[in-house]
């Protein structure tokens, strides 16, 4: 009788509503709320600074799609997260697959130096780079010099967008390389053992083992790359100061000089919102396409 009450007590629906309550509280207050009311706003002409806003309907989503600057952004951020990618992973799984290796000497010491920038922050990630490509007295144009080179402008805006990309990748490739690593690690080294055993070489290894077992890893490595690059913002902000050339602007530093640029009393907040909503339905599009490229069905090892 008294383990039917606790039961009751415990293990009923009034326990779980009362232990999830909080929580359900919380998410609708700090993220269904803000989203829906972003949503409104998106539909809203409103400075942000106004009692009221004024109710335009789809009017500022179609002042976006006739932007020439915003789509010169969206290509930007696209190219940021298609180059980026391409980098970072290249990398990311070049070392993973060397620190996997047991023959490999020092693996702790290299995986720390190489996931240690990733602790940076984004402003100081920005301006040890900012300094390293000036033009004028920078490290990079240094070397450069010494090998007979001549100075390249690094930030202008021809080469402004992949300095930021090779920037990104040596802040951010071991995040993904931690997580690629682990999931190397966890395939059971049997499958490489009879492998080698048929005479399969270290690339037959690579490709026929260790990239089908980490697929699962592998997307959630790509989807969170995915989701942080659509909305990059600080590093780009910071490797080239307030005023950011057409050329580089991404979607994010375009939507922070609508909604809060006071130098030139912009305070379009309703076009901005459209912005992010417009953004936040590129990134679950993106990763819901992800998901159906890399399949539902789980791993079992």
């Not at 901005?272 to 539902?296: D, E, P, Q, S, Y």
């Amino acid at each position: 009788m008294r383990a039917i009450r606790k039961e009751a007590l415990y293990g009923g629906r009034g326990m779980a509503a009362l232990l999830l309550g909080p929580s359900l509280v919380l998410f609708v207050l700090f993220h269904v709320w803000p989203a829906l009311d972003a949503l409104w706003i998106s539909m809203c002409s409103w400075t942000g600074f106004a009692p009221q806003a004024e109710f335009v309907g789809l009017a500022n989503f179609t002042a976006l799609a006739k932007d020439s600057r915003f789509r010169q952004a969206l290509w930007n951020t696209l190219y940021y997260v298609l180059a980026g990618g391409l980098g970072h992973f290249f990398f990311a799984f070049l070392f993973a697959a060397a620190l996997n290796n047991p023959r490999f000497a020092g693996r702790k010491f290299f995986q720390t130096l190489i996931f240690f920038p990733s602790f940076i922050a984004v402003v100081g990630t920005g301006i040890l780079w900012s300094r390293l490509y000036s033009a004028k007295d920078g490290l990079i144009n240094q070397l450069l010099h010494l090998f007979g080179g001549e100075n390249v402008a690094w930030l202008s805006p021809d080469h402004a967008l992949n300095a930021g990309i090779a920037s990104s990748i040596w802040a951010g490739v071991g995040s993904q390389m931690i997580l690629l690593l682990a999931g190397m690690r966890r395939i059971p080294t049997e499958y490489y053992e009879a492998a080698r055993l048929d005479g399969a070489g270290e690339w037959q290894l690579f490709r026929h083992i260790t990239l089908p077992m980490l697929k699962d890893v592998s997307y959630v490595a790509l989807a969170l790359w995915l989701i942080g690059s659509m909305q990059v913002f600080g590093l780009v902000q910071a490797l080239q100061g307030p005023t950011i050339p057409l050329e580089t602007e991404t979607v994010s530093t375009y939507q922070y000089a609508l909604s809060f640029n006071a130098r030139n009393n912009i305070y379009l907040m309703g076009r901005g919102t459209a912005m992010a909503v417009v953004l936040v339905a590129l990134i679950v599009l993106m990763v819901g396409l992800l998901r159906l490229i890399f399949g539902k069905r789980e791993l079992e090892y």
